[in-house]
């Protein structure tokens, strides 16, 4: 039964996963149709992409054994936030483009040497496992905390206007399956990291049904703010 339900829960998230991955074609299109990534952030995908290698390597059977369709999803996602970033790099301004270029190294930098080193450097499996879990665990939580700021910039505004349902709703759906997961498996680097997940969807649901019929004057985002995942670009 366990086997079954852990199964069930895994090809879950993996289809709401996969929606949370295509969620930002939309703001992808207006990107290149608009030849310009406005004041849109690019490192949440960055971020993202990182956390997707990160996990994708974690659910590999000779790491993390009965978590191949971690692999997968993650696996998808990493092919997915590699095509966004590489939009990014192609339509942002120099400066844009030459810190995300920058941090898009820093990254595979670390997946690189967490994957040297887990493949090299550490021959007991257990040791290999906890380095790898840790990694994806740290990536993950950041990852799934990119939105405090737009539920922050929700609360003062009193809009959901830069916060969509949908996006919101397969956070809350993608970080319960995999907590549900990641409990059933008794793996602690697959319920943690999404169990944050899934409190912060519910919190973002939350905040949609509270503020949905607002229909007073909602504040745009000055030239400093990103429209994405609520963001702050720093001054220059």
Known sequence: MNKTLHLAFGVFGN???LFLFLAPTITFKRIVMKRSTEQFSGIPYV???LNCLLSAWYGLPFISPNNILVSIINGTGAAIESLYVLIFLIFAPKK???KIFGLLVVIL?????VAFVSLFAIHDSHKRKLICGFAATIFSITM???PLSVMRMVIKTKSVEFMPFFLSLFVFLCGTSWFIYGL????P???VPNGFGCGLGAMQLILYFIYRGNKGETKKPNKDESLE???SKPNP
């Open 144 to 146: 799934y905390a990119s």
């Open 15 to 17: 289809a709401t996963g």
């Open 96 to 98: 844009e483009r030459a």
């Open 109 to 113: 930098a670390v997946f690189s040497v």
């Open 229 to 231: 995942m609520g963001l």
């Open 47 to 49: 971020m993202t992409l």
């Open 184 to 187: 059933i498996g008794k793996d």
């Open 189 to 191: 680097f697959l319920a």
